[in-house]
C-alpha cells in the first residue's frame, strides 16, 4: 500500500517541525501510530497475536 508519493513526501524537511508525521513501517497508516514499536494499532495487534513482538502477550481472564 506504500506509495513512492508518500514515502518523497516524508523525507523532505518540513517548512515547520509541527507538520512532521510518523508513519507505521509496515503498512504506511499515519493514524493510530505506536511510538514505542513504530507501528499502527492494527499491525501491532497482528504481530503481537502472532507473537512476533517480544516481550507482548494478549492479556485474557
Same mark, same amino acid.
Given at each position: 500500500?506504500?506509495?513512492?508519493?508518500?514515502?518523497?513526501?516524508?523525507?523532505?524537511?518540513?517548512?515547520?517541525?509541527? $507538520? @512532521?508525521?510518523?508513519?507505521?513501517? #509496515?503498512?504506511? =497508516?499515519?493514524? *493510530?501510530?505506536? $511510538? @514505542?514499536?513504530?507501528?499502527?494499532? #492494527?499491525?501491532? =495487534?497482528?504481530? *503481537?497475536?502472532?507473537?512476533?513482538?517480544?516481550?507482548?502477550?494478549?492479556?485474557?481472564?
Amino acid at each position: 500500500m506504500a506509495t513512492k508519493a508518500w514515502i518523497a513526501k516524508q523525507k523532505r524537511k518540513p517548512k515547520f517541525s509541527t $507538520r @512532521k508525521y510518523n508513519r507505521c513501517k #509496515i503498512s504506511g =497508516r499515519r493514524r *493510530a501510530y505506536m $511510538r @514505542k514499536f513504530g507501528l499502527s494499532r #492494527i499491525q501491532f =495487534r497482528e504481530l *503481537a497475536s502472532w507473537g512476533e513482538i517480544p516481550g507482548v502477550i494478549k492479556a485474557s481472564w
